[in-house]
């Protein structure tokens, strides 16, 4: 009968049980590799492999430990490393990660997120005072820090300078937002004659899909869209005023800003072509100019963001990476021996700001001439120093679970407040206050129904 | 013929036992589970909160789970009522013996479904991008159309139709006709002798001849709706668009299990678009299988 059996089955059908099976027990009996030294999944940023190999082998010549460095996409390096906090699958000792993904660790109860609260290290290491403040909030929750940022992530406000000095505008007079919108409102013209303009002010995201220039504005004026406790704030008078100025600015006819495709080649090239005589950047941004905007080289200069009133904060926050340790690493101290390498050493540090433009958050190392080199991709201008010199005022980010929800909601807003300024034939910031005011309470009943459902947060 | 004869009574669940742990492991045991999940608020699978019927009820009052409905109807309506009469339409076109290069146009139609939804909607962000976007720069160059104007932003639902379009049309079109070749040709004949015209040819002979397969396809077109997820998510860059109007119910139920980790409330969702998916199903199976007696 056994002789039957297999005589009447395929011979397909049986390499293929035979392989399912001795594949199935191969899985099951290998042993999980247990690499030697520390991991490190890091995200993928080009510029930065050289510096962190010589980082790395600094930091291995002296401890005798080997680090293995994983580069990661970014949806790889959140899948994995919620698969780790989840389900126990095998973790890295170190992770750098960009914040958007971050937002998606302080989810759940505070003993789920992942990261070791490193507040007690930077203590113990006297490192706590010397960190810009404002640039440890986004990576920050429920009072409690997990993450070191690579950068200070201030903004600044990078202009085409050929265009504007042909212009004959004085950039440096200007002072407020209105201020730059009239002054250099000539400069939005029709240069192929098809009636409609191919240059615009101001890049400006028009859409809702991240909403993170509309906070990014909102942060410099003063608003915000959680208080420090985590309570929803989005229907402020401060939220309220931007949103308006930010819906006019982009109304037809007298359009002023432009959405474009950032980070894209697209994106660049009109760059290039000036579509937009102005953009705002990070300081982590400038780099992506020098690297993908090359002909533009001597062409562009910075300045600090105009205020939204006379005296007022002259830049914001941009989201940043940040390095953070495992609480399943397999050794704390030297995890964190290896984070204060990469991200808090003087040379590394000056290496990064000379490869990658990062500004240090460590404000011990703000005095290095290094940051007072002029940059000729920025006509000649310190701009390591102007960064600097704004360090301070950046604005604290939220760290809030739905922050990036919140900021969808407010963009939506903003974004439908400009069809009603379009419709309406509304020209006065004054005018559209109300509406602002109601559409920003939508958004508001929006995400504090989302927050209120999570039983997590309400301890 | 060997006849073989059991000696053992538990041979037949020996034998069907295979079938049963997989049925089990992979189908039974994950359906229960997700039941369970569906009565819990969690944070990944390791943190679990029982919430009783609360993420029922928060699903009714959840303005994004009804616009995610609102905008999975919208695109299922468009299914039916644009994509299946262009599916039949092309497959009568095509079955047509005087249609010269009929197999290369089959071809053509059918192509985008080899590529995929990825493919389809990285293709179709290209067309309708703003000012870099082809659909923009035809459209300016032949009747000075606006060069930002942005679909992307301003029609996103009739974006994802025509993309829906593009990629389902042609894999419709093959079941169709397949369906026509198989018509009886003496009944068409017979009716053509008895002075039939076209429309009556095609609903009195045709159309209940393909009935079956038409019923087949709306409702696999239709699930498939439901479930649509790669395109937009895609198109839409990995979000839902400008104030989600690209929303979909299992991108909703993606972003909640996977991106948010509450898997509980996602497989709420998961429940509610069953139960919604069953209507359809029923519907069309009385519908269908009544046409059928008669």
Not at chain 2, 91 to 96: E, F, K, R, T, V
Request: proline content about 5%; aromatic content about 12%.
């Amino acid at each position: 009968m056994k002789s039957a059996l297999i005589k009447n089955q395929s011979v397909g059908l049986l390499i293929i049980t035979a392989l399912a099976v001795v594949s199935g027990l191969y899985g099951l009996l290998r042993p999980v590799s247990e690499s030697e030294g520390l991991t490190f999944w890091r995200v993928n940023e080009t510029w930065d492999k050289e510096i962190y190999g010589r980082a790395i082998d600094d930091w291995t010549s002296v401890n005798d430990k080997q680090v293995n460095v994983q580069v990661l996409g970014n949806h790889g390096l959140w899948q994995r490393m919620r698969s780790g906090f989840f389900s126990g699958t095998p973790m890295a000792d170190l992770i750098e990660m960009h914040l958007e993904i971050m937002m998606g660790v302080y989810n759940g109860p505070e003993e789920a997120i992942g990261f070791l609260d490193l507040t007690d290290l930077l203590k113990r290491d006297g490192l706590l005072e010397v960190i810009n403040q404002p640039t440890l909030s986004p990576w920050s929750s429920r009072g409690h820090i997990y993450g070191i940022p690579v950068s200070v992530s201030g903004v600044m406000l990078a202009y085409r300078a050929d265009i504007v000095e042909e212009a004959g505008i004085d950039m440096e007079a200007i002072e407020t937002w209105d201020e730059f919108m009239n002054t250099l409102r000539p400069l939005v013209r029709d240069l192929d004659g098809d009636g409609y303009p191919d240059r615009y002010l101001l890049e400006m995201e028009e859409g809702s899909e991240t909403g993170s220039w509309v906070e990014m504005l909102i942060l410099q004026a003063g608003g915000r869209y959680f208080d420090r406790n985590g309570k929803v704030e989005i229907n402020s008078e401060i939220n309220a005023r931007v949103i308006s100025k930010i819906a006019l600015w982009g109304a037809r006819p007298d359009k002023l800003t432009v959405d474009l495709p950032i980070f894209s080649l697209a994106g660049n090239q009109l760059l290039i072509d000036g579509y937009a005589v102005a953009w705002l950047v990070s300081d982590w941004r400038t780099k992506f100019m020098k690297l993908y905007l090359k002909p533009l080289a001597g062409k562009v200069k910075l300045m600090p963001i105009p205020a939204w009133e006379e005296g007022g904060r002259r830049t914001s926050i941009l989201g940043s990476r940040m390095l953070g340790i495992p609480k399943t690493g397999h050794n704390i101290e030297e995890s964190w021996d290896l984070v204060k390498k990469l991200y808090l050493d003087r040379e590394v540090c000056r290496d990064r700001y000379l490869e990658g433009d990062a500004i240090t958050p460590l404000m011990s190392l703000w005095d290095d001439p290094v940051f007072d080199q002029p940059d000729p991709f920025f006509s000649g201008q310190k701009k390591g120093r102007m960064f600097i010199e704004l360090a301070p005022d950046v604005p604290e980010m939220p760290s809030s679970p739905y922050n990036m929800a919140a900021r969808r909601a407010v963009a939506a807003a903003s974004r439908s407040l400009r069809a009603f300024a379009e419709e309406k034939g509304i020209t006065s910031s004054q005018n559209l206050h109300s509406k602002a005011r109601q559409l920003l309470a939508a958004a508001e009943a929006d995400i504090r129904f989302r927050a209120d459902r999570n039983t997590f947060l309400r301890e | 013929m060997a006849q073989y004869r059991l000696h053992n009574p538990l041979a037949p669940y020996l034998f069907l036992s295979p079938f049963l742990l997989i049925i089990g492991v992979f189908v039974a045991y994950p359906l229960l589970q997700s039941v369970n999940l569906a009565f819990h608020q969690t944070f990944g699978p390791g943190f679990q909160r029982f919430v009783y019927l609360d993420n029922f009820f928060n699903l009714l009052q959840d303005p994004l789970f009804w616009k995610a409905l609102r905008n999975t109807l919208t695109y299922a309506v468009a299914t039916l009522f644009i994509q299946m009469p262009l599916a039949l339409g092309l497959a009568l076109l095509l079955n047509q013996p005087w249609l010269r290069g009929r197999t290369f146009l089959r071809l053509i139609f059918f192509s985008p479904a080899l590529v995929g939804p990825v493919f389809v909607g990285f293709l179709s962000t290209i067309v309708f991008a703003g000012r870099v976007g082809l659909l923009n720069r035809v459209l300016n160059g032949l009747f000075g159309f606006n060069p930002d104007y942005a679909w992307l932003q301003n029609h996103v639902m009739g974006a994802l139709i025509i993309a829906g379009l593009w990629m389902y049309v042609g894999f419709n079109m093959i079941f169709f006709l397949a369906a026509l070749q198989n018509v009886n040709s003496d009944l068409l004949d017979a009716a053509r002798i008895d002075g039939a015209k076209a429309w009556q040819r095609f609903n009195h002979v045709i159309l209940p001849a393909i009935r079956p397969v038409f019923g087949f396809v709306v409702l696999l077109s239709l699930i498939g709706s439901f479930q649509l997820f790669e395109l937009p998510f895609v198109l839409l860059n990995q979000t839902a668009g400008p104030d989600y109007q690209g929303l979909t119910i299992v991108m909703y139920l993606y972003l909640n299990g996977f991106e948010i980790g509450d898997l509980g409330y996602a497989s709420a969702i998961g429940w509610v678009l069953a139960v919604i998916l069953i209507v359809p199903t029923a519907l069309q199976r009385f519908y269908f299988g009544r046409k059928e007696e008669d």
